[in-house]
């Protein structure tokens, strides 16, 4: 029982096996039956509704296919999102109204140098909790878009505006997937960089000189 210990209670193999040891007598064995058969219910029960929202999903399969593009999106998020959202997108009459409707718009927290609140609008608690954990799984997908964006807005902003930002452009090129039945195109871990190239560079720059290097830039010719 000990070695189907997972993640880092792994580490405490040693000490699981000595807490484990000991005689399983008729009156354990009882209580772990009714345990048992209370998981084995459960799980029939996510199979019975896991097969029944797969039989409600099939007109929808070319949303779903579409959904399934986007980093951190799987079938069930994407059920979520079709049965919240819709797939008609001519209800909206702007992308600005979808995202105050889901609940991912931050409101502008400053204006004439006054800071306001930053408060998100409360929306559609359903499809924002699908478009977070959307955004959290997206956050931990390589090589994406999607997850150097978190990463950068969460150095200056904080990881819960960061999460809400990501999952506001998940809504975003869900409107336009779906308003003009296009796939997502995803541009990549280097996009940013490549956008912010003179940035980046001076950046660089200035970090080795502080270190006390004297630094001359020749711009490389790369093959075509």
């Not at 079709?82 to 409101?107: H, K, R």
């Not at 308003?179 to 541009?187: E, F, G």
Request: proline fraction near 3%.
């Amino acid at each position: 029982m000990a070695e189907l210990a997972k993640g880092k209670l792994r580490n405490k193999i040693p000490q699981l096996q000595l807490a484990l040891e000991g005689k399983l007598e008729e009156h354990h064995r009882f209580p772990l039956q009714l345990q048992q058969d209370r998981l084995d219910a459960a799980a029939r029960d996510l199979a019975t509704l896991e097969q029944r929202s797969q039989q409600k999903l099939e007109p929808y399969a070319v949303q779903v296919a579409l959904l399934q593009e986007i980093p951190g999106v799987d079938w069930t998020l994407a059920a979520v999102i079709i049965a919240e959202l819709g797939i008609d997108m001519s209800v909206f009459q702007s992308v600005p109204q979808l995202a105050s409707w889901a609940g991912v718009c931050p409101g502008n927290n400053e204006s004439a140098g006054k800071r306001k609140s930053s408060c998100i609008p409360k929306g559609n608690v359903y499809l924002k909790t699908a478009l977070v954990e959307a955004a959290n799984a997206a956050a931990r997908t390589k090589g994406t878009y999607l997850r150097d964006k978190f990463y950068r807005l969460k150095a200056r902003r904080g990881y819960k505006r960061a999460v809400v930002a990501i999952a506001h452009k998940i809504l975003v090129s869900i409107y336009y997937m779906f308003s003009q039945q296009v796939s997502y195109n995803d541009l990549g871990d280097l996009y940013l960089e490549k956008l912010n190239k003179n940035h980046l560079t001076r950046h660089l720059v200035h970090r080795l000189e502080r270190l006390g290097y004297s630094v001359t830039l020749t711009l490389q010719q790369i093959a075509a």
